[in-house]
């Protein structure tokens, strides 16, 4: 929490702050914060609203599969869960047993990587291009 909120909700805090504004300015302040407490309970209003009908949508959804006799595994084996975005390889190298290792470039480097850059001592940008 910033010091500015811990001022803002600790009254004695706040009175040692505004010991130096004006009344006006007071005011000001204190309107300033009303209208940002509307808008922040229209938001909140707002927020729950959509929630209660998307939950609405849900439970409608919920109980025409119900009286269509279709139970939710039914549709896991009909629906194509979305597959993973998988990232291409960009370097690959073979190991002294032939077996070939391939690495997008991104992430941690793999343990088999580094230990092949170390023992030829170069870099990342050096390795062979799986491209």
């Not at 009175?15 to 300015?25: G, M, T």
């Not at 407490?37 to 025409?64: F, H, N, P, T, Y």
């Not at 580094?114 to 062979?128: H, N, S, T, V």
């Amino acid at each position: 929490m910033s010091d500015f909120i811990k001022t803002l909700l600790r009254k004695n805090s706040l009175r040692k702050q505004c010991q130096d504004v004006s009344v006006a300015d007071i005011e000001k302040v204190i309107a300033d914060l009303n209208d940002i407490l509307v808008e922040r309970k229209e938001d909140e209003a707002r927020l729950a609203a959509e929630e209660s009908k998307r939950i609405e949508k849900i439970e409608q959804i919920r109980l025409a599969m119900k009286e269509a006799g279709i139970d939710l595994s039914d549709l896991s084996d009909v629906v194509e869960a979305s597959p993973k975005k998988t990232v291409k390889a960009k370097y690959y190298i073979v190991d002294d047993e032939g077996a070939r290792h391939e690495w997008s470039g991104r992430g941690r480097t793999p343990v088999v990587f580094a230990e092949y850059m170390q023992a030829r001592g170069i870099g990342k940008d050096q390795l062979p291009s799986a491209e």
